[in-house]
C-alpha cells in the first residue's frame, strides 16, 4: 500500500506490529511482515559467531580503552536506511572495527586499540570479464 | 574463449599490508535494475598489497554455481586494512557472456 509523506506522517522505515514501512523507486509503502528466511548456512553462521565474539569482548575492554572507542566514534559519519548520517556509539564502531579485521584475517586477535591509520582509498576503478564458455 | 570470472583494477597494487574484499551477488536475471544491499556475500580477500588482476572464478563457483551467459552479476570491492579499516565500496555491475 503506497502512501505520500505529509506534515503528520513523514519518512517511515522499520515494522510495527505485522505492518512493514518501505521505499523502492516508486516512492515510500507498506506491506505485511513476513519472517525472514534463516538459511544457517557456514558463511551466516561464521558472520554471527564474530558479530558475537566482538560483542562480547567489548565488555572485556578497560574502561579507558572503551573510551577511547567512544571518542574515535565521534569521528564517524554513516548513512541509516532513510539516507540520513548519524554517528555510530563505540559499541557500534567496535564491533565493526572487529568485522572488519575478521575479514581481513579469519584468525586474527580482536582489536584493543583504536585504529591508526586513515581509512585506505577507495578502489578506483574496476573491469570484469565474466564469460561461461 | 574460455570459462573466466577476473577483477582489473586501479590503483594495483594496493599499499602495503591492504587487502582487496570482493562481495558479489548470485547471478541476477538481466531485467534486475535495483540491487538489494543485503544480496552481496563475501567472496573473496586477497592477499596483502593486492594486485591486479584477481581471479574470482574459483570463489564465485563455489559460492553461487558455474557462470551463465546472459545472466548479470553485481560486485562490490572494497580495500581493507589490518587495523580494521575499510575503504568506501565501489560497485560494479558486469553481464556474463
Redesign the interface.
Known sequence: MKYTPGPLVGEMSGKQGNTVASH??FGPYFRGRIIPINSRVL?QILQRNNFSAASKNWKLLSVSQRAAFVMAATSVFKPDRLGRTYQPTGQEFYV??????Y???AT?AL?TTV??????????????????? | ???????????TP??AG????VEATKQLSPGV??INPTWY??IF?GAAATAS?ANVLSAYTT?FG????GKK?A?R??????????????E?V????
Not at chain 2, 558455474?66 to 551467459?69: E, R
Open positions: 523502492n523507486r558463511p565493526a572495527t572487529a568485522r572488519n579485521i575479514q581481513y584475517d586474527a582489536p585504529p591508526s591509520a586513515a581509512a585506505p582509498v577507495a578502489i578506483l576503478s574496476a573491469t570484469i570479464t565474466a564469460t561461461s564458455v | 574463449m574460455a570459462i573466466a570470472l577476473t577483477i582489473a583494477f586501479t590503483a594496493l599499499a591492504q587487502k582487496l574484499l535494475g535495483f556475500k563475501q580477500v588482476p559460492r558455474s557462470l551463465i551467459s552479476i560486485f570491492l572494497t580495500a581493507l586494512t589490518v587495523d580494521g579499516q575499510r575503504s568506501a565500496p565501489l560494479v558486469q553481464t556474463v557472456t
